[in-house]
């Protein structure tokens, strides 16, 4: 019975968040746009708006859910660095830190694996939306998740591509719902789901600030 409202409980977070933006196993439709980070909340960001190359990323998330078939991981926190290599949104994750998780009354730790990832931000076939696909940086491997819950769960989660939603918000949201597949442990669940929303600002003079997704006008 617990396994079934476990399941059910994953399958409705999936189909809600699948009716919007896709699954993030199968990646939605994009077009490759010049897609760049603006200090605007408008659709086409001009030139004088555009944060530059070398740009940190600060998004952080109070709400992280891990979902599996063996219990829900919740994690009180979770901070995750990125810095652009150009004017467009494409560049390293360079940090990705999860703190406070437990299953149950379990401690856990949840930790990233092959970082730096690289990311580039992509413009969505309905031109209204984005979204930002995280993959590896030959040659460290893919994006992984190591997970440890006491002495009975040791195992580590991965996907060759990690897609995130960017929400039309203010401050700029960015939403993830990945199914990752086991790669290492034992007894360890076949589905693993990552599920978190980040905010996410731009440092600029020291100083954090609103940035948003855009395309380039």
Known sequence: ???IKILGIVAIAVAAFTSIFGVGSAIAETT??????CKMHIHECPA???????????ATSTNTLFLSSLGNISCG???MLLKTTSLLVHGEVTDLTFANCVIGKQACTVTALHLPWLFKGELQADDQSYEVLMTEKN????????VVCGSLISCTFGA?????AALLSVPEKLN???ELASVAGLLCPKMFIWHSEYEAECLENNE????????ES
């Open 1 to 3: 019975m617990r396994l």
């Open 160 to 164: 060759a591509t990690v897609l995130f």
């Open 32 to 37: 490759l746009e010049k897609v760049v980070l």
């Open 208 to 215: 954090l600030k609103e940035c948003w997704i855009k395309m």
């Open 176 to 178: 993830v719902l990945q």
């Open 48 to 58: 004088d708006e555009h944060f530059p190359a070398n740009t940190v990323i600060h």
């Open 77 to 79: 926190s979770s901070a």
């Open 139 to 146: 040659p460290n491997g893919e994006p992984q998740l190591k």
